[in-house]
């Protein structure tokens, strides 16, 4: 993620391009159409910055990282079956319990007991290990005061 933080006044700026679907303080979402446009154009080689000023967007105002982002993005998209495709829409995070099927509901939960469990032998280990640490520290500290004398 680039460093650089928009003002509201660039964040104004950004929102009234139609081919930005949302702008805040820290990103920039692009339209679909942006998307494939910018594919098009890039292949018939013309370069980022250009692009972006054809459509009323001006490499300064996003910074070097977003524009670099924006084109290192868009060429792995172009490779998926998909295509430049926002794919959030269908898979905004994870999936709700009322919408899985009983089986599926099962699966989810079988696999979250056997990852608790693991992370219980996990957290018994470590209150082991650190048992053991302090007997013998213990141990050193009679061990040394008995030497001394």
């Known amino acids: 993620m680039s460093e650089k933080l928009f003002?509201?006044?660039?964040?104004?700026?950004?929102?009234?391009?139609?081919?930005v679907r949302n702008a805040s303080?820290?990103?920039?979402?692009?339209?679909d159409e942006l998307k494939e446009y910018f594919v098009?154009?890039?292949s018939q080689g013309k370069m980022p910055s250009q692009i972006l000023r054809s459509i009323g967007l001006e490499p300064r105002l996003l910074g070097k990282?977003?524009?670099?982002?924006?084109?290192r993005r868009l060429k792995k998209m172009v490779k998926r079956e998909e295509g430049v495709?926002?794919?959030?829409?269908k898979n905004s995070?994870?999936?709700?319990?009322?919408?899985?099927?009983?089986?599926?509901?099962?699966?989810?939960?079988?696999?979250?007991?056997?990852?608790?469990?693991?992370?219980?032998?996990?957290?018994?280990k470590i209150e082991f290990l650190d048992k053991k640490a302090q007997m013998q520290a213990q141990l050193r500290k009679k061990n040394s005061k008995s030497s001394k004398k």
């Open 7 to 19: 003002t509201e006044e660039e964040i104004e700026i950004l929102r009234k391009n139609p081919y």
């Open 25 to 31: 303080e820290r990103s920039v979402t692009y339209t």
């Open 40 to 42: 098009s154009e890039y």
């Open 65 to 71: 990282d977003r524009v670099d982002s924006l084109s």
């Open 85 to 89: 495709r926002d794919l959030r829409k």
């Open 93 to 124: 995070g994870r999936q709700r319990t009322k919408e899985l099927t009983l089986e599926e509901e099962i699966q989810r939960l079988k696999h979250k007991i056997k990852y608790l469990e693991q992370e219980n032998e996990f957290l018994k």
